[in-house]
T-cell receptor
Framework: AQSVTQPDIHITVSEGASLELRCNYS??????LFWYVQSPGQGLQLLLK??????LVQGIKGFEAEFKRSQSSFNLRKPSVHWSDAAEYFC??????????????FGKGTLLTVNP | EAGVTQFPSHSVIEKGQTVTLRCDPI?????LYWYRRVMGKEIKFLLH????????ESGMPNNRFLAERTGGTYSTLKVQPAELEDSGVYFC?????????????FGSGTRLTVV
């Protein structure tokens, strides 16, 4: 069965600092990989996704993620964090070839606090 | 276009009571999903509708949970009777197949507290 591990439950960074959120997955083949963000009172918003091709993926709000097959990782990065980035971040993996049933498996999430 | 709407945003009920959560997907989206996040745990898949049919309900925790999608439009998720461990945030998402795999749009969720 597929699984997703986000080792960091809570990360605190200063505004303007760089950010890297870790994600490791377990899956038998090349997965579909996603990062979602949930701000307080909001729904889950898709930041970026990887299906195939270039292993460095650009997303919204200045985020990027790199797929590393050898490490089974899909870490999220941002060069300079803004106070508005404070939120909870979820990594997710999706099955391939499920017909029209696209079921996501999520990690437990990483809560990001941004200090002024 | 309007997004995925969930009602209510919060619900506090006593153990043993019944609660019904509602999800209005984006108009025209055939696929509708329910997910749940119990405190401190992962967001987990509950079930998937294609129009009014249940495509996959493998994530439903037990028979106290009943999901319906009458006419292939909005969906309801009923918990009867509610137990303390049902507390959490229930997310709904919808998508169109033409958006490709995982072209989900999530709602804001319903926070359910069972006391």
């Amino acid at each position: 069965a597929q699984s997703v591990t986000q080792p960091d439950i809570h990360i605190t960074v200063s505004e303007g600092a760089s950010l890297e959120l870790r994600c490791n997955y377990s899956y038998g083949a090349t997965p579909y990989l996603f990062w979602y963000v949930q701000s307080p009172g909001q729904g889950l918003q898709l930041l970026l996704k990887y299906f195939s091709g270039d292993t460095l993926v650009q997303g919204i709000k200045g985020f990027e993620a790199e797929f590393k097959r050898s490490q089974s990782s899909f870490n999220l990065r941002k060069p300079s964090v803004h106070w508005s980035d404070a939120a909870e971040y979820f990594c997710a993996v999706g099955e391939i070839g499920g017909g029209s049933n696209y079921k996501l498996t999520f990690g437990k999430g990483t809560l990001l606090t941004v200090n002024p | 276009e309007a997004g995925v709407t969930q009602f209510p945003s919060h619900s506090v009920i006593e153990k043993g009571q019944t609660v019904t959560l509602r999800c209005d997907p984006i108009s025209g989206h055939d696929n509708l999903y329910w997910y749940r996040r119990v405190m401190g745990k992962e967001i987990k898949f509950l079930l998937h509708f294609v129009k009014e049919s249940k495509q996959d309900e493998s994530g439903m925790p037990n028979n106290r949970f009943l999901a319906e999608r009458t006419g292939g439009t909005y969906s309801t998720l009923k918990v009867q009777p509610a137990e303390l461990e049902d507390s959490g945030v229930y997310f709904c998402a919808s998508s169109q197949d033409r958006d490709g795999p995982y072209g989900y749009t999530f709602g804001s969720g319903t926070r359910l507290t069972v006391v």
